[in-house]
T-cell receptor, first 112, second 114 residues
């Protein structure tokens, strides 16, 4: 099925640096979700965004729902080693029966 | 809250046998459950959507007779991989939705078919 365009595909950064990743789509979504997946585990919901323009924070994480409803970004400030993992964006369109459309993922590696 | 469990976490089976994977929502009732498959270093691929008490809706290319889904209650869905083959080896993840806006994922099941 359709995938969201998520970038970058991977990032290798130094501990303490800030991180930014984003997702874009040709379709409008009602909800944007950001998940983190550790190796061998299921994705864990980090942030959910429900309204265009919404900016939401969860600790060191900040995410925004684009005003066009076709994009979203996730920022991580002051990265730490446990931030390592794969981050997925997901868009949910009510017209699609609550199905999630996933981005390809951003693999984050943090050097202590 | 919003905890989803899966069992087993890992399973190894012989080619030709069937394997059942359970997905449970522990602290909420899930009107809809989803089954995904994930290959190494790839994103999640939706296999099917199941609503309690009705037949599952399968994505294009997913064989419904091979991947049997049962959603008998608001807290339990099962995926049975029938007549498993080595190419069915993968990471299977379920998610559960209590309402229209969020999905919560289980920890996944690693299936290896020998």
């Amino acid at each position: 099925g359709q995938q969201l365009n998520q970038s970058p595909q991977s990032m290798f950064i130094q501990e303490g640096e800030d991180v930014s990743m984003n997702c874009t789509s040709s379709s409008i979504f009602n909800t944007w979700l950001w998940y983190k997946q550790d190796p061998g585990e299921g994705p864990v919901l980090l942030i959910a965004l429900y309204k265009a323009g919404e900016l939401t924070s969860n600790g060191r994480l900040t995410a925004q729902f684009g005003t066009t409803r076709k994009d979203s970004f996730l920022n991580i400030s002051a990265s730490i080693p446990s931030d390592v993992g794969i981050y997925f964006c997901a868009g949910l369109a009510l017209s699609a029966g609550n199905m999630l459309t996933f981005g390809g993922g951003t693999r984050l590696m943090v050097k202590p | 809250g919003a905890v989803v469990s899966q069992h087993p976490s890992r399973v190894i089976c012989k080619s030709g046998t069937s394997v059942k994977i359970e997905c449970r929502s522990l602290d909420f009732q899930a009107t809809t459950m989803f089954w995904y498959r994930q290959f190494p270093k790839q994103s999640l691929m939706l296999m099917a959507t199941s609503n309690e008490g009705s037949k599952a809706t399968y994505e294009q290319g997913v064989e419904k007779d091979k991947f049997l889904i049962n959603h008998a209650s608001l807290t339990l869905s099962t995926l049975t991989v029938t007549s498993a083959h080595p190419e069915d080896s993968s990471f299977y993840i379920c998610s559960a939705s209590a309402g229209p806006y969020e999905q919560y994922f289980g920890p996944g099941t690693r299936l290896t078919v020998t």
